[in-house]
């Protein structure tokens, strides 16, 4: 087991964090129940990580210059080999299953991603199978068909969350960006229906090198305060669509940039500390990434697998990639966003296997079995 002597005692929770808690108390009492366990055993190396879940193949109705999972695609796959993934893909009862073992494990959130998860015509019922009252269910989306009607509806079905994207506060570069006319308006008018359903909220944007001291970014946080939305920012990482575009990743300047901003405003990473948890490293202990086919992924941005969650169970997984030496430690950096030592062996790894073959994620056994344990 890692040390965990350098995280620190447990982050005091801020009132808003309890209000949300002791809500969270009448709503859905298991899920109250497995965070206080968390808690109460985080010191003791329990982890209690978000499980993200690409579903519907990723399939997406926009193009984004950055975008990590455009390799998962079936646009892409076509146009590379001519047919979709052949790999047993993940369905409900699989689903269920996770869900299940989830519970057990303690693990109490579940975020619905893509692509875009709401063009998937089997959203309501994953939702249930989920069971949207033992786990928190968080929609990742882009905004472009999140209305106020489908809000409402997610809200319904016992959805907790919609995390909505904004690549920039101004609407041609976020438009271009993301190469859909009209994404920017929608994705503004999402953010207003999520409210009004009564949705928890956040706004994500994705920050690459420079893009903190601009003046654009400093509009999009005076938006976020005018509306009171927690603005989440994640680091440009150089995978997917944006392998090769080292010239995005930020500095030691951003990072500190950041920090800086985060004591001011509401604004946070994945690093950031909250509900208790320390700010460090989300690799396993923060959040893993299942792709369609069962295999899991440390981290939302790598492209390397743990294991396969249709052939073993979470806690073997979870355990592996603890004893992983660069997944288990609890470290003050990103490092898929700012260890170079680390992305250059992540993207060679990565380039090595698509010579062979065109599916992703790289395997346990090529990938991070590869690398020394503790």
């Known amino acids: 087991m890692p040390d965990l002597s350098e995280i620190g005692p447990a982050q005091p929770l801020s009132t808003v964090e309890s209000s949300k808690r002791n809500l969270q108390k009448t709503l859905r009492p298991r899920v109250y129940e497995k965070i206080l366990a968390y808690n109460d055993r985080m010191m003791d190396g329990v982890i209690s990580p978000i499980l993200r879940l ?34 047993p893909q993940m369905g409900l009862e699989d689903y269920r299953r996770l869900s299940e073992q989830a519970d057990q494990y303690g693990l109490f959130r579940f975020v619905l991603t893509g692509g875009e998860a709401l063009l998937d015509k089997n959203l309501g019922d994953l939702v249930k199978a ?4 033992k786990h928190l269910i968080v929609l990742d989306t882009n905004g ?5 009607e489908k809000a409402k509806w997610f809200a319904s079905i016992g959805g907790y969350k ?57 509009l999009l946080i005076d938006y976020c305060e005018s509306k009171a939305i927690p603005l989440y920012v994640s680091l440009a990482k150089p995978v997917g669509s944006a392998r090769g ?19 001011k405003h509401n604004i946070f990473t994945h690093m950031t500390p909250s509900y208790g948890q320390p700010g ?52 003050d950096e990103c490092i898929i966003g700012e260890n170079w030592d680390f992305i250059k062996w992540h993207n060679t790894v990565v380039s090595n296997h698509l010579e062979n073959s065109p599916y992703l994620p790289v395997p346990y056994e090529q990938s991070f079995a590869l690398t020394e344990s503790f």
């Open 144 to 148: 472009y068909y999140f209305d106020l």
């Open 162 to 218: 919609a995390q909505i994207s904004l690549d920039s506060f101004f609407a041609e570069e976020h438009d271009k960006f993301r190469n859909t006319k009209g994404a920017h308006d929608r994705a503004l008018k999402a953010l207003d229906a999520a409210k009004e359903s009564g949705l928890e909220l956040l706004l994500s944007t994705c920050l690459v090198k420079g893009r903190i001291f601009t003046e654009e970014f400093k």
């Open 54 to 87: 690409k579903i519907n193949r990723s399939l997406c109705n926009m193009k984004c210059e950055h975008c990590c999972e455009e390799p998962y695609m079936t646009r892409d796959l076509k146009k590379r080999t001519g047919k979709e993934d052949p790999r």
């Open 280 to 331: 460090k490293c989300i690799t396993v202990k923060g959040i893993n990434t299942v792709n369609h086919d069962g295999e899991i992924m440390p981290c939302p941005y790598m492209d390397m697998s743990i294991g396969n969650i249709m052939h073993e169970s979470l806690d073997i997984i979870f355990e592996r990639g603890m004893l992983n030496k660069w997944l288990g430690p609890y470290r």
């Open 130 to 133: 989920l069971d949207p009252y």
């Open 245 to 263: 575009h080292d010239e995005w990743v930020c500095d030691k300047a951003d990072v500190d940039a950041l920090k800086d901003l985060e004591a």
